[in-house]
């Protein structure tokens, strides 16, 4: 299939940031104003205006979280690995580890609130950490949110107007929930029990007209336009946008190249990030022009 044009000029392989030599800064820069020409042209709604190769470290490439001043981090999915990532340049800024020690688990999603983050394992376990410098290894805090054992989990973002942590149900484990797409508030001014919340949407509802037989969530973010959570579904190919109170604003097929899409965020300048990990090829993230009103 031919790519659209605007697409094939920006794909490219990342950069080290650290350490460029002139020839790279002119590159970067490049992208950089490249990348400004594409997001201006309203025609662009619906392609990628960029995508970036991402190196084999990254390959597993796992949740997207965005700083309150915008930047953008990512995590593999078995490693504590955590890249810093210039999306507007393409761009490695730093890495570094979470744990003293390797911390290894089946890692599926990061959140950032406020000068902390959040890394999600599947068993609904949190580790709490604060950023790193380059190649630094952080402490963390673990948190058992013991609902491991209601689902298998891969999403999690932070919805600062409840500030709380929304985490999306890959797959439902108790027979009550099996027809729900599923979703957690963990409350961040709570602890214990009473800290989390439960609410659901019937798959019917969350389906609507597509021939998806159900739903497994792969992330979410919060739209900082609407507030509304955005999500992908990598098994279904799968894009919804919900409200907080669980309305279905939209559900379609993600369109364009995405193998696997693992990630996703939204900045507040109107960028649509997903990540793809590696499948068949080197894992990526794509960017979209994002509308700024309620989608």
Same mark, same amino acid.
């Given at each position: 299939?031919?790519?659209?044009?605007?697409?094939?000029?920006?794909?490219?392989?990342?950069?080290?940031?650290?350490?460029?030599?002139?020839?790279?800064?002119?590159?970067?820069?490049?992208?950089?104003?490249?990348?400004?020409?594409?997001?201006?042209?309203?025609?662009?709604?619906?392609?990628?205006?960029?995508?970036?190769?991402?190196?084999?470290?990254?390959?597993?490439?796992?949740?997207?979280?965005?700083?309150? *001043?915008?930047?953008?981090?990512?995590?593999?999915?078995?490693?504590?690995?955590?890249?810093?990532?210039?999306?507007?340049?393409?761009?490695?800024?730093?890495?570094?580890?979470?744990?003293?020690?390797?911390?290894?688990?089946?890692?599926?999603?990061?959140?950032?609130?406020?000068?902390?983050?959040?890394?999600?394992?599947?068993?609904?376990?949190?580790?709490?950490?604060?950023?790193?410098?380059?190649?630094?290894?952080?402490?963390?805090?673990?948190?058992?949110?013991?609902?491991?054992?209601?689902?298998?989990?891969?999403?999690?973002?932070?919805?600062?107007?409840?500030?709380?942590?929304?985490?999306?149900?890959?797959?439902?484990?108790?027979?009550?929930?099996?027809?729900?797409?599923?979703?957690?508030?963990?409350?961040?001014?709570?602890?214990?029990?009473?800290?989390?919340?439960?609410?659901?949407?019937?798959?019917?509802?969350?389906?609507?007209?597509? *021939?998806?037989?159900?739903?497994?969530?792969?992330?979410?973010?919060?739209?900082?336009?609407?507030?509304?959570?955005?999500?992908?579904?990598?098994?279904?190919?799968?894009?919804?946008?919900?409200?907080?109170?669980?309305?279905?604003?939209?559900?379609?097929?993600?369109?364009?190249?995405?193998?696997?899409?693992?990630?996703?965020?939204?900045?507040?300048?109107?960028?649509?990030?997903?990540?793809?990990?590696?499948?068949?090829?080197?894992?990526?993230?794509?960017?979209?022009?994002?509308?700024?009103?309620?989608?």
């Amino acid at each position: 299939m031919r790519r659209p044009p605007l697409a094939a000029a920006l794909t490219a392989a990342l950069l080290a940031g650290a350490g460029c030599g002139n020839s790279d800064v002119d590159v970067l820069a490049t992208r950089e104003t490249r990348l400004a020409a594409a997001l201006a042209d309203t025609g662009s709604a619906g392609r990628p205006v960029a995508r970036w190769i991402l190196p084999p470290d990254l390959a597993e490439i796992s949740g997207l979280a965005l700083t309150p *001043d915008g930047r953008l981090f990512a995590h593999n999915d078995e490693s504590s690995l955590i890249t810093e990532l210039d999306y507007r340049r393409g761009a490695v800024i730093k890495q570094f580890y979470v744990g003293k020690q390797n911390l290894v688990g089946d890692f599926e999603g990061l959140a950032c609130v406020g000068d902390r983050f959040f890394l999600l394992s599947s068993n609904g376990k949190l580790y709490e950490f604060a950023e790193g410098a380059a190649q630094e290894r952080v402490d963390y805090t673990e948190h058992d949110t013991r609902l491991g054992k209601e689902c298998e989990f891969e999403s999690v973002a932070y919805d600062s107007t409840a500030n709380a942590l929304i985490l999306a149900c890959k797959n439902v484990k108790s027979k009550r929930l099996e027809s729900m797409l599923v979703f957690y508030r963990y409350d961040l001014d709570a602890t214990g029990e009473a800290g989390v919340s439960e609410f659901t949407i019937p798959f019917a509802e969350a389906i609507g007209g597509n *021939d998806w037989k159900q739903l497994h969530p792969t992330d979410l973010t919060v739209d900082p336009f609407s507030g509304n959570y955005v999500l992908v579904a990598a098994p279904e190919k799968a894009f919804l946008s919900i409200t907080p109170a669980g309305a279905v604003v939209f559900s379609r097929p993600l369109s364009g190249r995405h193998p696997q899409s693992e990630g996703i965020a939204i900045t507040r300048d109107g960028i649509l990030i997903i990540s793809d990990e590696s499948v068949n090829a080197a894992a990526t993230i794509t960017l979209y022009r994002w509308p700024r009103g309620a989608v």
